[in-house]
C-alpha cells in the first residue's frame, strides 16, 4: 500500500523568508502524480502544485516550488516570499490511479 | 471557489440517524470523488465515480453509500450513524481519474 509522511507536524517562518516543507511516500509503482494541498482556517482544500512523476522537472507555480526526487521518493515544498496569507495546514498527497493518498498534514504559522 | 458544491454545510444528527450529503461536480468533470477527515483518521478517500459507475472504492464503512446520478451530481448515504461519524466530509471533482481534483467545501457531520 502506498503511504505518504509528513515528519513536520508544525512549521514556522518569518513573512518574506523562505520555508520548505518536507514529504516523503512508498510506493512500487513507476507511474504516479503527487501533490500539495493548502487547508486554511476555513478548511477548504486548495490545490496548491502538482508533480508528475515521469516529468524530471520540478514543478514550480509562482511561489511555490518542488524539489522532487524520484530515487529517494521524496517530495517537498518549498514557499517563496511567504506571505501571512501562506499560513494553513499543508497537505501532500500522492496518485497512481485516481484516489488520493494523503499525508498527515503539516501546520505552517507565518509570523509578522 | 473550485466550482465544487456541497450541501449542507453543516449537519447536526443523533446516532442512530441516516443522512444524505450532495455534491455538484465543476462544469464538464466527470469523476466526483468522496473524502473523510476525522481528527483521528486523517483525510481519508471514500469512493470515487465515473460519469454514473462506481470506479474505485476506499476505507468505506458498509452503513455509507454513494451514487452518482445522470446529472453527474453525486450523493453520500451515511446510515446508522454512530458519534465516530463525526467529521468534514469533501467531495472532490476532476475531468477525469487522473486530473487535477478540485476539492468543495465540505458538509461538517456532527453525531451527538
Known amino acids: 500500500a502506498q503511504t505518504v509522511t509528513q515528519s513536520q507536524p508544525e512549521m514556522s517562518v518569518q513573512e518574506a523568508e523562505t520555508v520548505t516543507l518536507s514529504c516523503t511516500y512508498d510506493?512500487?509503482?513507476?507511474?504516479?502524480?503527487l501533490f500539495w494541498y493548502k487547508q486554511p482556517p476555513s478548511r477548504q482544500m486548495i490545490l496548491v502544485i502538482r508533480?508528475?512523476?515521469?516529468?524530471?522537472q520540478n514543478a514550480t507555480e509562482n511561489r511555490f516550488s518542488v524539489n522532487f526526487q524520484k530515487a529517494a521518493k521524496s517530495f517537498s515544498l518549498k514557499i517563496s516570499d511567504s506571505q501571512l496569507g501562506d499560513a494553513a495546514m499543508y497537505f501532500c498527497?500522492?496518485?497512481?490511479?485516481?484516489?488520493?493518498?494523503f499525508g498527515e498534514g503539516t501546520q505552517l504559522t507565518v509570523n509578522p | 471557489d473550485s466550482g465544487v458544491t456541497q450541501t449542507p454545510k453543516h449537519l447536526i444528527t443523533a446516532t442512530g440517524q441516516r443522512v444524505t450529503l450532495r455534491c455538484s461536480p465543476r462544469?464538464?468533470?466527470?469523476?466526483v470523488y468522496w473524502y473523510q477527515q476525522s481528527l483521528d483518521q486523517g483525510l481519508q478517500f471514500l469512493i470515487q465515480?465515473?460519469?454514473?459507475?462506481?470506479?474505485a472504492k476506499g476505507n468505506i464503512l458498509e452503513r455509507f453509500s454513494a451514487q452518482q446520478f445522470p446529472d453527474l451530481h453525486s450523493e453520500l448515504n451515511l446510515s446508522s450513524l454512530e458519534l465516530g461519524d463525526s467529521a468534514l466530509y469533501f467531495c472532490?471533482?476532476?475531468?477525469?481519474?487522473?486530473?487535477?481534483?478540485?476539492f468543495g467545501p465540505g458538509t461538517r457531520l456532527t453525531v451527538t
Open positions: 472532490a471533482s476532476s475531468v477525469g481519474p487522473r486530473d487535477k481534483q478540485y
Open positions: 510506493t512500487s509503482e513507476s507511474d504516479y502524480y
Open positions: 508533480q508528475e512523476a515521469y516529468k524530471q
Open positions: 498527497a500522492y496518485a497512481s490511479g485516481s484516489r488520493l493518498t
Open positions: 462544469s464538464g468533470d466527470l469523476s
Open positions: 465515480y465515473y460519469n454514473g459507475e462506481e470506479r
